[in-house]
């Protein structure tokens, strides 16, 4: 009865040693998938930030076009009156 | 000190060994020490003085009186355990030991010393525990256990070896064990021992040793019938006893070597030492020791003939032996008897002798016999119970075993059990950790995709708004080179269309170069000011431009808008110069300031009063683009003397 007792027992430790082992690699290979993981997503937030920052750069462009439209057209507007008021003081304007 | 005659050896009342060394006191004194004690008794000490002087009587008492000492060793024994002193129980149970010992009761004798032994070597006493050794092995010896007496003096002697100091137990214990091979009949062992102690013994002229020691000696040689020796060595005893004044051991001596002389026919000595052996013992012998040396004389007178004298003797001494009941000598008696009275023709008396001879010695042989089976019958019991413990005591064994063998098995299923659920535990939370991250970086690639697309709809847009500002670029240039316009007016507004619309299209250009670019660098920054440059050259050629960079920012990578940023405020800065200041000489120095990196842009321009200008949209704007970058903008000038703008940038890498 003690010898199965005492053999039960040798089996527990050697299944312990097995799990540790085995608890070990685990925790490697965990590691080892996490580390992937943290160096992806820090890939990805400074493509992340990057595109942040173009688009920023595309919105301050787009302030600058909408300022340039503007005086780009009251330019235009005014090249157009000055055009008219020409063409009606040498009367070619059709009637 | 043994005094044994090989003729009669009472075996028990001979071994008295060391034991008796103490006995040898005065026997005056004793009884003062014994008589100051009882006054000191009666004044009613404390439980501690108490005790020990009721075991100091039971020692005094052991020469004087034995059934006294018996009586105050209980006293002690009791007073011993109430006061709870291991020390003085352990003394006094040695002592009720030694008064058994003296009184010839060697059981209760050797049961109180084991006693007195556990005490001992539970309180690591040993010095007590070799003494109490000595003791034992001279119970045993009296008890024929020769093997259990040989070990008791061996080890007795190996601790007063090994400690040292005490050569005279020693040498008194090794002739005691001489005595005990004497009688395993192991003579030369007995002679070695014996001789050690004779040895040591003259070295230190212990005369009084040496009287029983060569007496010992003698005896074993008698034995070993070389009477030679045992002549040799009683020479010795005798001349030593003799300055000692030693009687006991003197008529022990003229005993024996009168039994040599009666061996050799030399009747007349033999009767002579024989005489002067009684004279000796008669002044302290009892009747009983006196009546058994009697014996060699009647066995001499028989040798001699002369029958008559040696029936009176049978007689007188047959008188003593029957009334101390001593069976053993009275059929030696009875045996000599009968030839004494066949000699003298009583046939009568021979035959009565002889029937009482075999009637005694079937008695004595069925006594002897009863005694065995008694002995064998306690020896089966004993043996019986230590096997029905010792049975015992491995169940026990066995079940305790069997007890830590299930804790220590149930122990580690608990073990492997924590093991498992704990690895369980990490497994979840390491799952849950894994899949959070997947998720940031899901959620994170999903806005990376929607910023992708808006940044990919900028870019469409953006071209396109180049394409349109081309086309009006293009159609102001073909109105003007198409059409003659003499209007100065309407000229200038085209020219003004046209400059603007260019401006525009750079400013898209430079935004769409920095939107592209993932990373700039100083390098990229110098090509693109050197272009900026160049084209600025189309107006002024005369423009002396240098554009410096430290070796170790050589490779220092910007983000987009800190380029952009960077790039904006240079070119803001230089177009100042040419625009504005004149200047001939621009130059631009990056260069890394301890933790920081300094940008220098100066110029050789007119400069002007920093006190009496206001600051402009542009250099607002240089500032607001350089503090956004959480760097500081700095600028000097003076008039005719040219402008020079520092930025100070943290330097991240």
Redesign the interface.
């Known amino acids: 009865?003690?010898i199965i007792?005492?053999a039960?027992?040798l089996l527990?430790?050697l299944?312990?040693i097995w799990?540790?082992v085995s608890?070990y690699q685990?925790?490697k290979l965990?590691q080892s998938?996490?580390a992937h993981?943290?160096r992806?997503?820090v890939e990805?937030?400074q493509?992340?930030?990057?595109?942040?920052?173009?688009?920023?750069?595309?919105s301050?462009?787009?302030e600058?076009?909408k300022a340039?439209k503007s005086?780009?057209s009251d330019?235009?507007f005014?090249?157009n009156r000055?055009?008219f008021e020409?063409l009606s003081k040498n009367n070619l304007l059709k009637k | 000190m043994h005094f044994p005659n090989p003729c009669f050896m009472k075996k028990g009342a001979l071994l008295l060994a060391l034991l008796m060394a103490p006995f040898l006191a005065a026997a005056q004194d004793v009884n003062q020490l014994i008589d100051g004690l009882k006054t000191e008794l009666s004044s009613k000490p404390d439980a501690k003085r108490t005790a020990t002087i009721y075991s100091d009587l039971t020692w005094y008492y052991t020469n004087v009186a034995i059934d006294s000492s018996l009586h105050y060793g209980a006293k002690a024994v009791v007073a011993s355990r109430k006061l709870g002193d291991s020390t003085l129980l352990a003394q006094v149970y040695s002592d009720v030991a030694a008064a058994y010992f003296r009184k010839g009761d060697f059981e209760s004798s050797k049961s109180n010393y084991l006693t007195a032994y556990k005490i001992r070597k539970a309180r690591k006493d040993y010095p007590g525990l070799a003494k109490i050794n000595i003791n034992l092995g001279s119970i045993y010896g009296s008890r024929q256990q020769y093997q259990s007496a040989v070990k008791a003096y061996l080890d007795a002697i190996e601790y007063f070896e090994k400690t040292g100091g005490n050569e005279l137990i020693v040498n008194v214990t090794k002739e005691n064990l001489g005595y005990i091979f004497r009688e395993m009949k192991n003579y030369p062992k007995a002679i070695a021992y014996i001789g050690q102690g004779i040895k040591y013994e003259e070295q230190n002229k212990l005369t009084d040793r040496l009287c029983i020691s060569c007496l010992n000696m003698g005896n074993v040689y008698l034995e070993m019938k070389d009477t030679l020796k045992a002549m040799q060595y009683y020479d010795k005893s005798m001349a030593a006893c003799k300055k000692t004044g030693d009687k006991k051991a003197l008529q022990s001596l003229h005993n024996n070597i009168g039994n040599i002389k009666a061996g050799q026919k030399k009747n007349a000595e033999a009767l002579q030492l024989y005489a002067e052996s009684q004279q000796e013992r008669e002044q302290f012998n009892s009747d009983l020791d006196k009546a058994s040396l009697k014996i060699n004389q009647a066995k001499l007178l028989i040798n001699t003939g002369k029958y008559r004298e040696a029936n009176q003797m049978l007689l007188d001494i047959k008188k003593v032996f029957e009334q101390q009941e001593s069976r053993g000598d009275l059929l030696y008696v009875y045996n000599l008897l009968v030839p004494v009275y066949a000699r003298l023709n009583q046939p009568d008396s021979t035959i009565l002798y002889a029937n009482k001879y075999a009637e005694l010695k079937e008695q004595l042989l069925n006594d002897n016999a009863l005694r065995q089976t008694a002995e064998l019958e306690a020896k089966y019991q004993t043996t019986k119970k230590e096997k029905q413990l010792l049975e015992k005591e491995a169940e026990s064994r066995a079940k305790t075993n069997l007890i830590v063998v299930i804790a220590t098995l149930a122990f580690f299923i608990a073990l492997v059990g924590l093991l498992i659920y704990r690895q369980q535990r990490i497994k979840n939370r390491q799952q849950q950790q894994e899949f959070q991250l997947k998720s940031a970086i899901a959620q994170i690639e999903t806005q990376n995709q929607l910023q992708e697309q808006r940044l990919a709809i900028s870019r469409d847009l953006h071209d396109n708004i180049g394409a349109q500002l081309t086309f009006i670029i293009s159609s102001v240039d073909n109105i003007k080179y198409a059409f003659d316009i003499g209007n100065a007016k309407l000229d200038n507004k085209l020219q003004s269309i046209s400059h603007f619309t260019q401006a525009t299209i750079v400013e898209l250009r430079d935004t769409i170069w920095a939107m592209n670019s993932n990373e700039i660098t100083f390098e990229d920054l110098r090509a693109r000011i050197l272009n900026f440059i160049e084209k600025a050259k189309d107006a002024r050629e005369e423009i002396d431009f240098r554009f410096t960079i430290d070796e170790q920012l050589g490779g220092l990578k910007l983000s987009s808008v800190s380029g952009m940023n960077i790039y904006r405020t240079i070119q803001e800065a230089v177009n100042n110069a040419i625009k504005y200041a004149e200047a001939t000489a621009i130059s631009i120095a990056v260069t890394l300031n301890e933790d920081k990196i300094a940008i220098d842009i100066t110029d050789n321009g007119i400069g002007f009063d920093q006190d009496k200008i206001e600051k402009g949209n542009g250099l607002i704007n240089m500032e607001k683009r350089i503090e956004d970058l959480g760097g500081i903008f700095s600028l000097r000038s003076e008039y005719k003397k040219g402008t020079t703008i520092l930025l100070l940038l943290p330097n991240h890498a």
Request: proline share 0%; net charge negative.
């Open positions: 009865m003690i007792l005492v039960v027992i527990l430790i299944v312990i799990l540790n608890f685990e925790r965990f998938r996490l993981l943290q992806v997503i990805v937030s493509k992340q930030l990057g595109q942040q920052e173009q688009l920023l750069l595309s301050e462009l787009d600058v076009l340039s005086v780009l330019e235009i005014s090249l000055e055009v020409l």
